[in-house]
C-alpha cells in the first residue's frame, strides 16, 4: 500500500476543520493547503492512504473520508512515537519545523522513509537534529548548501478564494491579523500612508484580527482613510478582495511564507508585494508587483493605473500557474528527484 503521512502541528487543540465530517464539506470549507493537497494525490492515484498525525491528551476517533477506495484519515497520538507500531509510509511529510520532529525522526529515521521537512520563519532549517532527506524551501533565497533543498509550492482552496463578479469600492484590501505585529508590516504601512498624500486619498480596507491595534496606530500617525472590517470568515473576505483594485501582503522576512498571497491571486485579485517577503519566484511571474521600503507609493500609483493587466494576468495564473493540478504535480516532482 502507497502512504503517505503528514505530521502537521505540535498543537493538540481541535482545529475548526476537525468539525466537518463529510469529505464534501471538508473540502468546501477547509482552508489548509497541506490537507487538501493530501486529498489530491489520493485522488489522482499518487497513494492509497493519506494519515494525518495530529496530538491530543486523550484518545480521539479517527476522522476518516473515503476517496475512490482510498483512506484520507486524520489521526490522534499522545506521543508521536506511537507511529512506529503502524506500517512505514512512503513519504513523511513534516510541516511546521517543531522539536518533536526532530525528537522522532532521531529515534528512528528509517521508519519514515522518505522524510520531507517545511519549516517556517526562525524554523526554516531543523534547529534540533532532526533526520530528514530534503529541506523543502518556500522562497529561494533561504537555500543552504549544508541541506539537500527542493522547493514547495502552494496555493488555496479554489472553493474559497476565487473570481466573483462584484463592484469595486476600494482600492487596496489588505488582510493581515495585527496580533503578529512584528511580522506583517502594520505600523510600516500606516506611517507610509501618513506621508503620503496620495495613499492618503485611497479606500483602503482591512480584515483581521484585533482592528482596534490598527485604529490605535491609525489615531497615533493620523491616518483616516482605511475601513477596519476586523475578523471574517475567508468567503466574505473573497468578496472583499473582489470588491478590491489590488491585494496587499507587507510581510517582512520574520514571517513564513504567508498564506494570505496565494489567497489574494487565487481570488483573482493582482497584489502588491513588499520585496522582504517570502514567496518563491514562481509565484511572481503575474499579477505581482514588487515594492520596497522607499517605493512604496510609487508602486502602488503603477499597479492602480494597471490593475486590469494585472487583474487578467492573475486571471491567467489562476488556470495555469496557481491550479490545484498544476501546484500537486510540481511538488511530488520535487519530492521524487
Same mark, same amino acid.
Given at each position: 500500500?502507497?502512504?503517505?503521512?503528514?505530521?502537521?502541528?505540535?498543537?493538540?487543540?481541535?482545529?475548526?476543520?476537525?468539525?466537518?465530517?463529510?469529505? %464534501? %464539506?471538508?473540502?468546501?470549507?477547509?482552508?489548509?493547503?497541506?490537507?487538501?493537497?493530501?486529498?489530491?494525490?489520493?485522488?489522482?492515484?499518487?497513494?492509497?492512504?493519506?494519515?494525518?498525525?495530529?496530538?491530543?491528551? #486523550?484518545?480521539?476517533?479517527?476522522?476518516?473520508?473515503?476517496?475512490?477506495?482510498?483512506?484520507?484519515?486524520?489521526?490522534?497520538? =499522545?506521543?508521536? @512515537?506511537?507511529?512506529?507500531?503502524?506500517?512505514?509510509?512512503?513519504?513523511?511529510?513534516?510541516?511546521?519545523?517543531?522539536?518533536?520532529?526532530?525528537?522522532?525522526?532521531?529515534?528512528?529515521?528509517?521508519?519514515?522513509?522518505?522524510?520531507?521537512?517545511?519549516?517556517?520563519?526562525?524554523?526554516?532549517?531543523?534547529?534540533y537534529g532532526g533526520r530528514y532527506d530534503k529541506i523543502m524551501l518556500e522562497?529561494? @533565497?533561504?537555500?543552504?548548501?549544508?541541506?539537500? *533543498?527542493?522547493?514547495?509550492?502552494?496555493?488555496?482552496?479554489?472553493?474559497?478564494?476565487?473570481?466573483?463578479?462584484?463592484?469595486?469600492?476600494?482600492?487596496?484590501?489588505?488582510? *493581515?491579523?495585527?496580533?503578529?505585529?512584528?511580522?506583517?508590516?502594520?505600523?510600516?504601512f500606516i506611517s507610509s500612508i501618513s506621508k503620503s498624500k496620495f495613499l492618503? @486619498?485611497?479606500?483602503?480596507?482591512?480584515?483581521?484580527?484585533?482592528? %482596534?491595534?490598527?485604529?490605535?496606530? *491609525?489615531?497615533?500617525?493620523?491616518?483616516?482613510?482605511?475601513?477596519?472590517?476586523?475578523?471574517?470568515?475567508?468567503?466574505?473576505?473573497?468578496?472583499?478582495?473582489?470588491?478590491?483594485?489590488?491585494?496587499?501582503?507587507?510581510?517582512?522576512?520574520?514571517?513564513?511564507?504567508?498564506?494570505?498571497?496565494?489567497?489574494?491571486?487565487?481570488?483573482?485579485?493582482?497584489?502588491?508585494?513588499?520585496?522582504?517577503?517570502?514567496?518563491?519566484?514562481?509565484?511572481?511571474?503575474?499579477?505581482?508587483?514588487?515594492?520596497?521600503?522607499? #517605493?512604496?507609493?510609487?508602486?502602488?500609483?503603477?499597479?492602480?493605473?494597471?490593475?486590469?493587466?494585472?487583474? =487578467?494576468?492573475?486571471? %491567467?495564473?489562476?488556470?495555469?500557474?496557481?491550479?490545484?493540478?498544476?501546484? *500537486?504535480?510540481?511538488?511530488?516532482?520535487?519530492?521524487?528527484?
Open positions: 500500500m502507497r502512504t503517505i503521512w503528514l505530521f502537521r502541528s505540535d498543537l493538540r487543540i481541535l482545529e475548526y476543520y476537525h468539525q466537518y465530517l463529510t469529505l %464534501e %464539506e471538508f473540502e468546501e470549507k477547509c482552508h489548509d493547503f497541506y490537507l487538501l493537497m493530501l486529498i489530491w494525490y489520493l485522488r489522482n492515484n499518487y497513494f492509497d492512504e493519506a494519515i494525518v498525525w495530529r496530538l491530543s491528551k #486523550n484518545k480521539k476517533n479517527d476522522i476518516i473520508f473515503n476517496i475512490d477506495g482510498k483512506k484520507f484519515i486524520q489521526r490522534w497520538v =499522545q506521543d508521536l @512515537s506511537e507511529t512506529f507500531s503502524y506500517s512505514s509510509p512512503e513519504i513523511s511529510f513534516f510541516r511546521g519545523g517543531f522539536q518533536i520532529y526532530d525528537q522522532v525522526t532521531k529515534k528512528k529515521p528509517k521508519h519514515f522513509n522518505l522524510k520531507l521537512y517545511l519549516g517556517a520563519g526562525q524554523r526554516t532549517f531543523p534547529r522562497d529561494k @533565497s533561504d537555500f543552504n548548501p549544508n541541506f539537500v *533543498c527542493g522547493s514547495f509550492y502552494k496555493t488555496a482552496n479554489p472553493s474559497i478564494f476565487h473570481p466573483v463578479d462584484k463592484k469595486l469600492k476600494y482600492d487596496i484590501c489588505w488582510p *493581515c491579523n495585527f496580533s503578529q505585529i512584528r511580522y506583517k508590516g502594520q505600523e510600516f492618503s @486619498s485611497l479606500r483602503i480596507v482591512h480584515v483581521g484580527n484585533k482592528p %482596534e491595534v490598527g485604529q490605535l496606530l *491609525c489615531k497615533k500617525y493620523g491616518v483616516n482613510n482605511i475601513e477596519f472590517k476586523g475578523w471574517l470568515e475567508r468567503p466574505e473576505m473573497n468578496d472583499l478582495l473582489n470588491q478590491s483594485k489590488l491585494g496587499i501582503n507587507l510581510s517582512n522576512r520574520i514571517d513564513g511564507c504567508p498564506r494570505i498571497s496565494t489567497e489574494i491571486l487565487m481570488s483573482g485579485t493582482p497584489m502588491i508585494l513588499r520585496d522582504q517577503t517570502r514567496l518563491l519566484d514562481y509565484y511572481k511571474q503575474k499579477g505581482v508587483v514588487i515594492f520596497d521600503d522607499n #517605493n512604496l507609493e510609487e508602486i502602488v500609483k503603477h499597479a492602480l493605473i494597471h490593475h486590469k493587466y494585472y487583474k =487578467q494576468e492573475v486571471l %491567467e495564473a489562476i488556470k495555469n500557474e496557481l491550479s490545484f493540478d498544476t501546484i *500537486c504535480e510540481l511538488n511530488i516532482k520535487e519530492w521524487k528527484k
